[in-house]
Nanobody, 121 residues
Framework: QVQLVESGGGLVLAGGSLRLSCAAS????????MGWFRQAPGKDREFVAA????????YYADSVKGRFTISRDNAKNTVYLQMNSLQPEDTAVYYC??????????????WGQGTQVTVSS
């Protein structure tokens, strides 16, 4: 069993940056692929970024490519999402997830509670 807790969300002006963290407990995240997803009001949850177990393969949604960077520190049991050049359309609740296989769909086994990111124009 893995517990995931996201942090680092908040309110930021358009063009600004935030770094989200996802701290894991219960098991070492080095055994899991990790993903970030987001859900905007009135919309379905969507894929943002994913990283494999050792961090040498990363995947991004087209909408965030070049602006967001996913990384992981297995020694700290933490995954990060660096978000630059934020835009109002990035406003959403951001969730991290852990699973056996890295994927861009929602087939992850464990999910955090989410952290709110609000980008004002």
């Amino acid at each position: 069993q893995v517990q995931l807790v996201e942090s680092g969300g908040g309110l930021v002006l358009a063009g600004g940056s935030l770094r989200l963290s996802c701290a894991a407990s219960g098991r070492a995240i080095g055994t899991y692929a990790m993903g970030w997803f987001r859900q905007a009001p009135g919309k379905d949850r969507e894929f943002v970024a994913a990283i494999n177990r050792i961090g040498n393969a990363k995947y991004y949604a087209d909408s965030v490519k070049g602006r967001f960077t996913i990384s992981r520190d297995n020694a700290k049991n933490t995954v990060y999402l660096q978000m630059n050049s934020l835009q109002p359309e990035d406003t959403a609740v951001y969730y991290c997830a852990a699973g056996v296989v890295v994927t861009t769909n929602e087939k992850y086994d464990y999910w955090g509670q989410g952290t709110q990111v609000t980008v004002s124009s």
